[in-house]
């Protein structure tokens, strides 16, 4: 990027391809772009956009009730929902490896809803006529990878959770003794370094710098800038990140969640099974005292169920856990996939504007199920749930 006469700045093919796959996730080739060093966000004008099935006009009426209204609802929602979770597991204790599990995703998520936040309010100050320092456009693409950074975190906090239950109700005598709480944390924070070490790369190729040497009628006084390798480094990303590991994930999740409803099938029918057989024999023949013996007997065989049902109770929560972040993530391979049999559902292509409505309700699905999983937590966890009704009951009271 050099200045050149005035207050332009030439943005090199490189870098234009790299913003503009960065936020749409696009291959297409441009030309140098010159954009003005105060506004980054001139790069979307500077291009003819085709409208295709869908008019300009009307796509930016979804942008902005998409980002003012609906994303506003969204996140703010999300953002209750994660706290709540937070506070209630650090109320209740991380007594057992899901449980940390479930912590360490609410976690990561309220930085994904946090970010979210972040990217909302620069895109809300960009649209108003105040002048800033920096332009907010700018600011909101530089925080786009740090969602996508949390939220693979939280991608990959949920394939493993998913894996630990699918192994230890399968095969529970082979790894029952396998996830322990230590071994979940260690891997949980093995999570955290991978990312953090796979997009530091990303991270160190992208900033903001004071602009010199620009005239006194200017609003701005800082602009973005990339290193010469940045496109191979975001080359290489998009090939570890969202061609192998987000289908990897999705693959592995979906295995799961079908030997996890599988094995739940299996073991329903033979406890109700060995019900019926249970009770038919008591019926049929027994003494009085084989009755009392009996009664004795099942008053320990409920006590068994109701362990039993409180696993079943864990089992349903990381199911349907599963089941959220595969529907979360659908839309994202989904659209890649549609990119590819129709190349003209892209970025300044003939449909240009139905690809940037569809983007915006992907992102949409992506932080609602961030509130999906509270819902979850409270229907199926009874400390959960008890922890979040006593945090009321106290508030109520005071």
């Known amino acids: 990027m050099t200045l050149k006469e005035g207050n332009t700045y030439v943005m090199s093919t490189g870098l234009a391809e790299s913003f503009i796959q960065q936020m749409y996730n696009v291959t297409d080739t441009f030309t140098d772009v010159n954009i003005s060093s105060t506004n980054f966000g001139s790069l979307v004008s500077a291009v003819t956009t085709p409208s295709g099935l869908m008019s300009t006009d009307l796509q930016k009426l979804i942008n902005f009730i998409d980002f003012i209204i609906i994303q506003s609802v969204v996140i703010l929602s999300g953002i209750a929902a994660n706290g709540l979770s937070i506070y209630s597991f650090a109320k209740i204790g991380l007594g057992d490896t899901v449980t940390i599990s479930f912590f360490a995703l609410s976690l990561t998520d309220m930085c994904c809803l946090l970010v979210a936040v972040y990217n909302w309010l620069c895109y809300t100050l960009y649209r108003s006529p105040v002048s800033w320092p920096v332009d907010m456009f700018t600011l909101m693409y530089l925080g786009v990878w740090y969602f996508q950074a949390f939220y693979d975190v939280s991608m990959l906090i949920t394939t493993y959770t998913a894996v630990q239950k699918c192994c230890c109700i399968a095969l529970p005598f082979h790894f029952r003794s396998v996830f322990t709480k230590r071994r979940t944390f260690v891997m949980i924070v093995?999570?955290?370094?991978?990312?953090?070490?796979?997009?530091?790369?990303?991270?160190?190729?992208?900033?903001?710098?004071?602009?010199?040497?620009?005239?006194?009628?200017?609003?701005?006084?800082?602009?973005?800038?990339?290193?010469?390798?940045?496109?191979?480094?975001?080359?290489?990303?998009?090939?570890?990140?969202?061609?192998?590991?987000q289908n990897a994930c999705e693959v592995i999740v979906l295995s799961c969640l079908f030997i996890l409803t599988n094995t739940l099938r299996r073991q329903y029918n033979f406890r109700r099974s060995v019900s019926l057989h249970s009770f038919s024999d008591v019926?049929?023949?027994?003494?009085?005292?084989?009755?009392?013996?009996?009664?004795?007997?099942?008053?320990?065989?409920?006590?068994?169920?109701?362990?039993?049902?409180?696993?079943?109770?864990?089992?349903?929560?990381?199911?349907?856990?599963?089941?959220?972040?595969?529907?979360?993530?659908?839309?994202?391979?989904?659209?890649?996939?549609?990119?590819?049999?129709?190349?003209?559902?892209?970025?300044?292509?003939?449909?240009?504007?139905?690809?940037?409505?569809?983007?915006?309700?992907?992102?949409?699905?992506?932080?609602?199920?961030?509130?999906?999983?509270?819902?979850?937590?409270?229907?199926?966890?009874?400390?959960?749930?008890?922890?979040?009704?006593?945090?009321?009951?106290?508030?109520?009271?005071?």
Request: net charge positive; charged share 15%; proline share 2%.
């Open 190 to 245: 093995c999570i955290v370094l991978l990312c953090g070490a796979a997009y530091a790369p990303v991270f160190a190729t992208q900033g903001l710098q004071k602009v010199s040497g620009i005239s006194n009628n200017t609003s701005t006084s800082y602009t973005v800038w990339f290193s010469s390798n940045r496109e191979e480094i975001i080359g290489i990303n998009d090939i570890i990140i969202r061609v192998f590991l």
């Open 283 to 398: 019926s049929n023949d027994a003494s009085q005292n084989d009755i009392v013996n009996n009664n004795q007997q099942g008053a320990s065989h409920d006590k068994v169920n109701k362990v039993s049902a409180k696993e079943l109770q864990v089992i349903k929560s990381v199911t349907l856990l599963s089941a959220v972040f595969v529907t979360c993530n659908m839309p994202r391979i989904v659209l890649s996939l549609a990119r590819v049999i129709v190349p003209e559902l892209d970025t300044y292509r003939r449909f240009h504007n139905i690809h940037l409505t569809l983007q915006m309700f992907r992102r949409v699905v992506e932080v609602s199920g961030t509130s999906a999983n509270f819902i979850i937590l409270y229907k199926f966890n009874y400390t959960f749930r008890e922890a979040i009704v006593n945090l009321f009951q106290c508030c109520k009271a005071h």
